[in-house]
């Protein structure tokens, strides 16, 4: 992923754009998939006993197994950020997905988690 003011800036533009949670969800993983690059981009629900998909970018669907979020295939590195709400408890989870071995790297860790931080408004 190139530099994070493009993408945060498109997912504000997304945010603010009228319409359904979900719709705003699947354009936001469409989003951050395109500009990293990245095979897979998940967006989850946490709830206190279940973990549930939001939206999805990608070429498959999302696991049904809920002990686990990647959707496996090429996958060959996953990177999982949870998604806080203001007060701080866990609302949901941004998964991201490549072909790639070692694909995530300290700027990739810094900007997917400015990507999570900005979708709280998503679950507010």
């Given amino acids: 992923m190139e530099e994070s003011?493009?993408?945060l800036r498109r997912l504000r533009e997304i945010l603010g754009i009228p319409g359904d949670r979900v719709g705003k969800a699947r354009r936001i993983a469409?989003?951050?998939r395109d500009t990293g690059g990245y095979r897979w981009v998940g967006i989850y629900?946490?709830?206190p006993e279940e973990v549930a998909v939001l939206a999805w970018s990608g070429?498959?669907?999302p696991a049904r197994d809920p002990r686990h979020l990647t959707t496996l295939g090429t996958t060959r590195s996953e990177i999982v950020v949870p998604i806080l709400a203001p007060g701080g408890?866990?609302?949901g989870l941004l998964d991201v997905?490549?072909?790639l071995p070692d694909?995530?790297?300290q700027e990739d860790?810094?900007?997917l988690e400015e990507c999570a931080a900005a979708l709280a408004p998503l679950w507010g």
Avoid: L, M, N
């Fill in 5 to 7: 003011a493009p993408i």
């Fill in 30 to 32: 469409a989003a951050i």
């Fill in 97 to 99: 997905e490549s072909g």
């Fill in 109 to 111: 860790h810094r900007r």
């Fill in 89 to 91: 408890g866990q609302v």
């Fill in 45 to 47: 629900d946490v709830f």
């Fill in 59 to 61: 070429p498959a669907a």
């Fill in 103 to 105: 694909a995530f790297g």
